[in-house]
């Protein structure tokens, strides 16, 4: 029997083990047993993974078999647990608690641990493969790369205390002055907010570096609460921390309102009641406002924090402002600062949208500001519990109701034609489908070299599945050589109309090629596909043609499924869409890659390069390719 245990984390009250096992054998059953200091049993949750790395190690293949595993079962700080893996007869019983899964977690024990790793047999024997199949020099470059990752392996909270400034650091920013030092107002709601957690938001505050700030609390918490003693004691020690007692809840909209209007700086942060900011945060805001003095929106990176205050995890590392992204999730969330100018112009928190009312508020923010500013630096710790749709979407499914008609006001202000708003592969995030205009003719590009089967699958799947029809095929045919595909060619012609053929008596190259075909194409939009991709969802072509009917774009692209072969057979997988590049309103002939829809649309069969792959399908209107004016595009 063979297991790792590679991460392990604890969170609140649980603790989650992600790790691999197996046996002898591929067949080999192994089973999973979690243990309290009294060796009784505790309930756990596993869900079994792919461990495809693992299989390729130990039985020099990939087998369609699961032999990894997430564990996730209750804790109790100060207690111990086993967990107990079983297999072919053998048992190993691995101890937890906190002070061993702290001492796991260092980068002493992880070096240690890949040390061990390779100088196993197992690994031995991965290098002498290698050795084999690539030559000694590639095998050298290859230990010598897992020599110096040796010290690399950090999780995200050692990373963080690696990367964060120092003291001395801190210091500095504290004695440094701008030329623009604006007045900043940090807008909190307070309502029933545990004592701990509002201290240490408050002190968070007061440990910030760049001084020029208030704090203006609305507290809307029933009267007698210990939060109204917390809030007179933090403003008699700093005068710039002010709050109002509401004498009862007005919602988190009229909470914060109420806040708002409190506010007299030039710019206004907005911060939960039970989070923490960094003390660079202010400083780095303040930075940003000087580089960019037009700027009247800004927003940082952010991580989340446990509910102990002890560990920070799930980093979200965000991209500059990008409108599309946006109406698929709320990616900007915190910290977010806006200019009070702006807030005045836009109006604040609208109770109809409770649940996403800082969704709809940052929609009309951004649409309005002139300038928006990512600072691309964690500045904001989201406390993380159990209720809150940060671990647990499913408590707050109004939320993400409310954020569903957010991003419809926001189309319906931009003058957006959009048919719905609906749920995408979570909560929270949310998959539109835009309105089409007419029925513009769609020419659909494929170069083609013998392959006719796969091209079969290609041209069918269209045919038969897409609820889009006003299409034609143009396969440009690029010197093929085998007899089936000409007969293909000729037995498609005759039975569809729509289908043509034009012959590109040249070598290979991709972008001649294409813009050889679009030279006989009569549509409107033009629709390039590889002939190895097939149509997975009907109304696909439909829902590209609304992204680029929209005035800002000109471009819509879509990621694919691919299939790739290994000796055993086809694995699929779904690709994770990358980072969405979008054009701003006012900017025309954008690339808009369709976002976070519920499956993928197009699947593509490949054994080699699968990057080249990614954009298999990409639609455009006609009038962007007549004014490219790249060389490349020969």
Request: proline content about 4%.
């Amino acid at each position: 029997m063979k297991y790792k245990v590679d991460v392990v984390r604890i969170r609140e009250n649980s603790i989650t083990l992600n790790g691999w096992a197996l046996g002898k054998t591929p067949e080999s059953k192994v089973t999973f047993r979690v243990e309290d200091e009294h060796h009784q049993p505790v309930k756990c949750k596993m869900v079994s993974t792919r461990r495809d790395d693992v299989s390729q190690i130990y039985f020099k293949k990939v087998i369609d078999k699961e032999f990894g595993f997430d564990i996730q079962f209750p804790y109790e700080r100060g207690k111990s647990y086993w967990l107990l893996i079983r297999c072919d007869g053998r048992q190993a019983k691995i101890k937890y608690n906190e002070e061993l899964i702290t001492k796991r977690a260092s980068v002493a024990h992880k070096r240690m641990e890949k040390i061990k790793d390779l100088m196993n047999m197992e690994t031995v024997h991965v290098a002498l493969d290698f050795w084999k199949e690539n030559g000694l020099c590639a095998l050298i470059k290859k230990s010598c790369h897992k020599i110096q990752g040796l010290d690399n392996d950090y999780d995200y909270g050692e990373w963080y205390e690696l990367t964060k400034p120092t003291e001395e650091e801190l210091k500095a920013q504290r004695e440094t002055h701008f030329e623009k030092e604006p007045l900043f107002s940090v807008v909190i709601p307070v309502y029933k907010t545990p004592e701990r957690y509002l201290k240490e938001m408050l002190d968070s505050i007061l440990d910030q570096t760049y001084g020029n700030w208030e704090v203006c609390i609305a507290d809307g918490s029933p009267r007698g609460q210990d939060v109204e003693k917390v809030l007179k004691k933090y403003a008699q020690k700093d005068s710039r921390i002010r709050y109002e007692i509401l004498g009862g809840n007005r919602g988190i909209s009229g909470n914060t309102n109420a806040a708002l209007a409190m506010a007299k700086g030039e710019y206004v942060i907005l911060a939960d009641h039970d989070d923490t900011i960094p003390p660079q945060a202010f400083y780095e805001v303040a930075k940003a406002i000087n580089k960019h003095p037009d700027c009247d929106v800004l927003y940082s990176d952010e991580d989340k924090l446990d509910m102990d205050g002890k560990a920070l995890f799930d980093p979200h590392f965000k991209p500059d402002f990008n409108p599309d992204l946006l109406t698929s999730v709320n990616y900007i969330c915190h910290l977010f600062v806006v200019k009070k100018e702006l807030l005045d112009q836009v109006g604040g928190f609208r109770q109809e949208f409770d649940g996403a009312q800082d969704y709809d508020f940052i929609f009309r923010c951004t649409e309005q500001a002139k300038e928006i500013v990512h600072i691309p630096q964690v500045l904001y710790h989201w406390r993380c519990h159990q209720d809150s749709t940060a671990s647990n979407p499913e408590s707050k499914m109004y939320a993400f109701e409310a954020g569903s008609r957010a991003i419809m006001a926001h189309y319906e202000r931009m003058g957006i034609p959009a048919e719905r708003v609906e749920k995408g592969v979570d909560y929270g995030i949310y998959h539109t489908t835009y309105k089409i205009k007419g029925e513009p003719l769609i020419s659909i590009i494929i170069p083609n070299k013998d392959h006719s089967k796969d091209l079969d699958v290609c041209v069918r799947s269209i045919l038969e599945k897409s609820t889009y029809r006003n299409l034609e095929f143009i396969i440009v045919e690029n010197n093929s050589t085998e007899p089936e595909t000409f007969a293909y060619y000729k037995k498609m012609k005759e039975k569809h109309p729509s289908f043509h053929v034009v012959t590109w008596k040249e070598g290979f190259n991709y972008s001649a090629i294409n813009n050889f075909g679009a030279s006989f194409a009569k549509g409107e939009y033009l629709l390039l596909l590889n002939n190895d991709t097939e149509l997975l969802e009907p109304d696909s072509i439909r829902e590209m043609l609304g992204f680029c009917q929209r005035e800002e774009v000109g471009v819509c692209g879509r990621f694919q499924a691919v299939t790739r072969y290994h000796r055993t057979g086809p694995h699929q997988h779904t690709a994770e869409p990358a980072a969405l590049k979008t054009g701003m309103p006012g900017y025309k002939h954008a690339f808009a890659a369709v976002k976070f829809q519920v499956h993928c649309w197009f699947h593509t069969s490949q054994g080699a390069q699968p990057d080249a792959h990614i954009f298999s399908s990409i639609l455009f209107s006609r009038s962007v390719s007549m004014h490219c004016q790249n060389p490349r595009c020969t």
